[in-house]
């Protein structure tokens, strides 16, 4: 006689900053596809409650980038919803200090880096003491690997990023892995600026020919997130198109 066996398959969890729009949304969006409980994080409750209502499955936080307590009270208040907490993705970015170095608002510049630099470290260490379980995902840009006009204050704090996603791994290992990824130009409300008057343009410059979709940097995420990139960590993944050939 064949004994019947059933199995238990437990959900995974993932918390992604900044994911009511842009590629933050289409990240949670691709982890509930393969199953996951997602937590996504908003600087309105507005916001919030816009993309909650069309996307049922996603829950949800009003919790700033930059905001310490917040970070601390997220983390901690998944983990005692689901149980668990297997992945961080550090999205949540601005960037409000376009322009010269020599010219641009410093309190602009401390905005830039406070968001896009010590946001992901705050989350990052509050996920780890709440019982973060297996990865941390950085939302990078190639702007952190070659200077541009006008995004000084932001690459910067991009370059940092991913310096940084290489020190977390480090510190990390073996417990959690730490990646990150470097996107070219996305079509996102954030990127608006740089193709918004020509998309054309803005498209050649890239081998492809063609503007990145929030879906195609979502599908990267997932990857580096999922056990199928188990043996990667430390790394920083261009996905631009071709603009840096």
């Avoid at 297996?134 to 006008?150: A, D, K, T």
């Avoid at 740089?194 to 081998?207: T, Y």
């Avoid at 990267?220 to 996905?239: C, K, N, P, Q």
Wanted: hydrophobic share 40%; aromatic share 6%.
């Amino acid at each position: 006689m064949r004994n019947n066996y059933y199995t238990l398959t437990i959900m995974k969890t993932a918390l992604v900053t900044g994911g009511t729009r842009g590629i933050g949304l289409s990240t949670a969006q691709k982890f509930i596809e393969q199953g996951w409980n997602v937590y996504i994080t908003s600087r309105k409750q507005e916001n919030l409650d816009i993309v909650l209502s069309e996307n049922p499955q996603l829950k949800g936080f009003v919790a700033r980038a930059d905001d310490l307590a917040a970070a601390t009270e997220t983390c901690k208040s998944v983990i005692e919803e689901t149980g668990s907490l297997d992945v961080l993705v550090n999205n949540a970015g601005t960037n409000p200090s376009g322009g010269s170095l020599l010219d641009v608002e410093l309190s602009a510049v401390q905005k830039t880096w406070d968001v896009n630099l010590m946001g992901p470290l705050m989350w990052t260490r509050e996920a780890v003491k709440a019982g973060l379980k297996e990865s941390v995902l950085n939302v990078c840009s190639i702007g952190g690997i070659r200077p541009s006009q006008y995004m000084g204050a932001y690459n910067i704090s991009k370059a940092g990023l991913i310096y940084m996603t290489k020190q977390l791994a480090m510190e990390l290992a073996p417990d959690v892995r730490v990646n990150g990824i470097a996107p070219a130009i996305v079509k996102t409300k954030l990127s608006e600026m740089l193709w918004i008057s020509d998309e054309k343009g803005s498209a050649d410059l890239h081998a492809l020919k063609k503007l990145g979709e929030p879906e195609d940097v979502a599908s990267l995420i997932y990857f580096l997130s999922s056990d199928d990139a188990s043996w990667i960590t430390g790394e920083v993944v261009t996905i631009d198109g071709g603009f840096l050939l």
